[in-house]
């Protein structure tokens, strides 16, 4: 078995790489099988090149295929005409929605898990919004869609397969229509508009859309819709943030709810919760759809907002037909709190770093300038070096001071809002890096004065030397 892996990174120039991959495609020994190619680069890609990738993948029955293309240029792929009949595993990913352009019409009937990021579906003028993507990847299992932009006409699509198990669906504004009888996970982040038609054996839904816009008109909302109720549900985790706070929306999420009643786990952020609060009429004459319910975790994604008292009509409608659940909640205090934490700490670990930095360089760039006799010319550079390498020391001083001072007051302002329990051992390192950084910076001033006190010795050589020259005669005669 042969891995093959390509990057430009080690190339000035992407044609100069292409010609190197070329080489080596050409020159190896095809008797050994390759499985795996991989291929990464940047530049102003070209048609020609791409095409010699995936026509030598296509000729050696290679099996897994990873191309990442950050190029600028729009450059095409046409994975639609060649059948890779060997293919199982294929990420292409782009630099932006642009830089990559293909036809959704795939035909690699051994490809089980296909990962695009940043690309263009292109399919002409083709208007059917029934547009079934991958229809001919008959193996495929486990799907991820990440940024990629719809245009020609392709305004919508479908992913119907009866054997897909996996899928993953991360920003994007496309209405997908998903009908997966097989699906046992559904991760849907930032992606507008999904509708799940058919997921009867869903056992794990991760949603999360962080600028949800209620409408009182279904057909112009773009939270995810779910067509049937999800029985065999185990695990969710649901993360709705809404731009406007409005009644429209809180009921969508309750219709949404309704619909995870056999659920297990449940996670939910604090602000969903937060907007049943606001409209407590939606819920207050509903029983809790809830009854499997094992444990409800609720956690705030924005921790800047004040605390808030979730009324009990919410917490009943959450809980009351579970009464052996269990209920984590994660104040915006206590999450506070661990930011604080996790910040201090990395903020002494690089001041740590930048201590270490400073006393090498000290070390090292402090040697005393040495004097000697030397020839007017030599002496001129010596007092010039001199003041270059003064000038060098002040400037790090400067702002190495600034820094580890802009560090320190930074880190003495998250310890007073750190709780108490962690308070105190990390002001016991606070202070050691407190002394440790008084004293490297007491060295560098020290350094820095002995340095300016050793300057060259003056010398009346120019003087002496100009003293000795004869009169200039200009031959003028009177």
Same mark, same amino acid.
Not at 8 to 20: A, H, R, V
Not at 32 to 53: H, L, N, P, Y
């Given at each position: ?6 990057? #430009? ?5 992407? =044609? ?9 495609? &050409? ?11 991989? !291929? ?23 099996? *897994?295929?990873?191309?990442?293309? &950050? ?13 890779? *009949? ?5 990420? !292409? ?25 940043? +690309?263009?579906?292109?399919? /002409? ?15 495929? @299992?486990? &799907? ?7 245009? /020609? ?44 038609? #058919?997921?009867?054996?869903?056992? #794990? ?26 029985? $065999? ?25 309704? %619909?995870? %009643? ?17 409209? !407590? ?7 809790? =759809?809830?009854?499997?319910? @094992? ?45 604080? !934490? ?9 001041? *740590?770093?930048?201590?270490? *930095? ?12 040495? %004097? ?8 001129? $550079? ?50 050691? +890096? ?38 200039? #005669? ?5």
């Amino acid at each position: 078995m042969l891995y093959l892996n390509f990057s #430009s990174q080690d190339f000035c120039t992407l =044609p100069k790489f292409s010609e190197f991959v070329k080489h080596v495609l &050409l020159g190896r020994n095809n008797q050994i099988e390759v499985t795996s190619v991989e !291929v990464a680069f940047r530049g102003k890609g070209r048609q020609a090149f791409v095409k010699t990738i995936l026509n030598y993948a296509f000729s050696h029955n290679v099996q *897994q295929l990873n191309i990442t293309c &950050l190029c600028v240029k729009k450059i095409e792929f046409p994975l639609s005409r060649v059948s890779f *009949q060997s293919l199982k595993h294929l990420t !292409v990913t782009g630099y932006d929605y642009n830089s990559i352009t293909t036809t959704p019409d795939w035909e690699m009937p051994a490809l089980t898990t296909p990962y695009i990021h940043c +690309l263009t579906l292109y399919n /002409g003028n083709n208007t059917d919004k029934g547009t079934n993507l991958f229809s001919n990847c008959a193996s495929l @299992k486990n &799907l991820t869609i990440k940024k990629c932009y719809m245009a /020609g006409g392709l305004n919508g699509f479908n992913i119907c397969h009866p054997g897909l198990t996996s899928l993953t669906l991360e920003v994007g504004f496309t209405r997908v229509n998903v009908d997966t009888p097989q699906l046992k996970n559904l991760t849907i982040k930032k992606w507008k508009g999904v509708h799940l038609i #058919s997921a009867p054996n869903l056992s #794990s839904l991760h949603y999360k859309d962080l600028s949800y816009i209620g409408h009182e008109d279904g057909d112009y909302d773009d939270l995810s819709q779910l067509s049937t109720d999800l029985l $065999h549900l185990e695990k969710a985790n649901i993360c709705i943030k809404c731009i406007f706070e409005e009644k429209a929306a809180a009921h969508r999420i309750v219709c949404l709810l309704q %619909q995870l %009643q056999s659920v297990k786990f449940l996670t939910l952020n604090l602000e969903v919760v937060e907007l049943l609060s606001s409209y !407590v009429e939606l819920i207050s004459h509903h029983p809790s =759809p809830f009854a499997n319910l @094992k444990s409800l975790k609720i956690y705030p994604v924005d921790v800047t907002r004040l605390k808030v008292t979730v009324p009990k009509e919410v917490q009943n409608y959450l809980l009351d037909s579970s009464a052996d659940a269990t209920l984590t909640m994660a104040s915006r205090e206590a999450i506070r709190a661990v930011m604080n !934490v996790t910040s201090a700490r990395n903020l002494m670990r690089e001041l *740590q770093m930048l201590l270490d *930095q400073w006393k090498e360089y000290c070390e090292t760039n402090t040697a005393p300038v040495k %004097q000697d006799k030397a020839p007017m010319k030599s002496r001129f $550079h010596e007092r010039m070096t001199y003041w270059e390498n003064l000038n060098e020391l002040f400037q790090k001083g400067y702002e190495n001071t600034r820094d580890i001072t802009s560090m320190l007051r930074k880190i003495e302002g998250l310890l007073k809002k750190v709780p108490r329990f962690h308070r105190a051992k990390l002001q016991s390192r606070f202070s050691g +890096l407190r002394a440790e950084a008084e004293t490297i910076m007491d060295d560098m001033m020290d350094r820095v004065k002995i340095q300016c006190d050793k300057r060259p010795r003056r010398s009346n050589v120019l003087f002496d030397e100009l003293a000795t020259l004869q009169p200039f #005669s200009i031959g003028l005669e009177l």
